[in-house]
């Protein structure tokens, strides 16, 4: 099974800091498989976009008013649901921020 994992900041975050460096989570992921892409997002390079009444509305950066920003993305291929909040709760933002993941399609 494939699933889109989202990177997220947290509100309110471990304390300490966890410096774990991601490089070593996907490289481990890499190796073995179960990471098939992913990357980081900028949040400054964000744009909202909506239509309301008709006009175009745009926004420079993340949503106004958010709690938490989309910081990046990875595309797991696992064997279930377990192995992949598994494969989540090891990434260092786990404990810095928060994981989101949910079912992705296999394409075709």
Do not use: K, Y
Request: aromatic letters at 6%; hydrophobic letters at 40%.
């Amino acid at each position: 099974m494939r699933f889109m994992m989202f990177v997220l900041t947290d509100p309110v975050p471990n304390e300490p800091t966890d410096d774990s460096d991601v490089d070593h989570w996907v490289q481990e992921l890499d190796t073995t498989g179960r990471r098939l892409l992913g990357d980081v997002l900028d949040p400054s390079e964000a744009r909202g976009v909506r239509v309301r009444a008709g006009e175009r509305l745009v926004t420079n950066g993340p949503i106004p008013g958010a709690t938490d920003t989309l910081w990046g993305f990875d595309i797991l291929e696992c064997a279930d649901l377990d192995e992949a909040i598994d494969i989540a709760a090891r990434h260092p933002m786990a404990r810095n921020g928060r994981l989101e993941l949910r079912p992705f399609p296999n394409g075709g």
